[in-house]
């Protein structure tokens, strides 16, 4: 029953404001005004549109302009800023794909590489953490120089994220720590090449193909 009045109360509030009621319908807006509290405030917001100074409506207008300039400015924020996290996520992981794909031979002149023999297999031996990895072929028999040995050929590599990068989250002891690559069974590798090439060729036998760009770094002592 009451929201019914409210509703034509509402209705007629902007007439009863302008002074163009009846006598009846200003008795009634006046009654139901002094108990409801929702239509008093229409009322008077009412009053302040059509009495405020234009300058002051103009000014409430550009307060909600600028309230929707906020909002938008906020939302656009919100936006650059996940568009930032996103291509700072894309660089770090770019640089971290350069840093850990370019891969470096480390330098068997370095002597920080050394062979080891254990339970009948030979071992190259790294005495420094900082490396990446190791690439070998095993042990085949291939024609060198007229003769046939059998030869295996290897190199650890260290990336710019091993060398640069990882040293800073390892401890002294783990720099320290070497590590072991399985070259092959003791009595089948005659020759141990250093060196980077090509692990992508189908045919093992053929990575010692040229030799020359190759170093020899271990040879088997004749028994
Ligand atoms: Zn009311």
Redesign the pocket.
């Given at each position: 029953m009451?929201k019914v009045?409210?509703n034509i109360?509402?209705d007629v509030l902007p007439l009863y404001l302008d002074g163009v009621v009846s006598e009846d319908t200003r008795q009634m807006v006046e009654e139901?005004l002094q108990t409801?509290e929702?239509?008093r405030k229409e009322a008077s917001a009412l009053k302040r549109d059509v009495v405020l100074p234009a300058s002051k409506t103009v000014r409430i207008a550009e307060m909600k302009v600028l309230k929707g300039v906020k909002k938008r400015f906020l939302k656009k924020k919100f936006i650059v800023s996940a568009v930032s996290v996103i291509l700072t996520l894309a660089v770090l992981a770019g640089v971290y794909s350069y840093m850990a794909m370019t891969k470096e031979c480390i330098p068997f002149d370095d002597g920080a590489i050394r062979f080891e023999e254990r339970d009948g297999s030979i071992y190259a031996v790294l005495g420094r953490g900082n490396m990446a990895g190791a690439v070998g072929v095993d042990a085949n028999s291939v024609e060198i120089g007229g003769e046939q040995v059998n030869a295996a050929v290897f190199y650890f590599y260290s990336t710019l994220w091993s060398e640069y990068v990882e040293p800073v989250f390892t401890s002294e002891d783990e720099k320290r720590e070497e590590s072991s690559f399985y070259i092959g069974e003791s009595d089948e590798v005659e020759r141990i090449y250093y060196g980077e090439f090509d692990w992508r060729k189908d045919d093992p036998a053929h990575f010692l193909d040229d030799v020359s760009e190759l170093e020899l770094v271990w040879e088997r002592e004749e028994r």
């Open positions: 009451k009045s409210c109360i509402k139901h409801c929702s239509c």
